[in-house]
């Protein structure tokens, strides 16, 4: 599924991100793009991150 529409990441592209080594949301963003431009998806992928985070 896309979680941020705007740039066209989905979970799978957040969850790569944190397996190359992203531990927060600015490294996630360097990483994807995610939330950069109207910022509605921020929440969702601040808790996928967390969960893939979590799961390594
Ligand atoms: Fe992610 Fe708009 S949906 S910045």
Request: hydrophobic share 40%.
């Amino acid at each position: 599924m896309y979680v941020c529409v705007c740039n066209s990441v989905s979970d799978k592209a957040v969850r790569k991100a944190v397996a190359n080594g992203a531990r927060n949301f600015i490294e996630l963003q360097q990483a994807t793009g995610v939330g950069t431009c109207c910022g509605k998806c921020v929440g969702c992928a601040r808790e996928v991150m967390l969960d893939a985070i979590e799961a390594e």
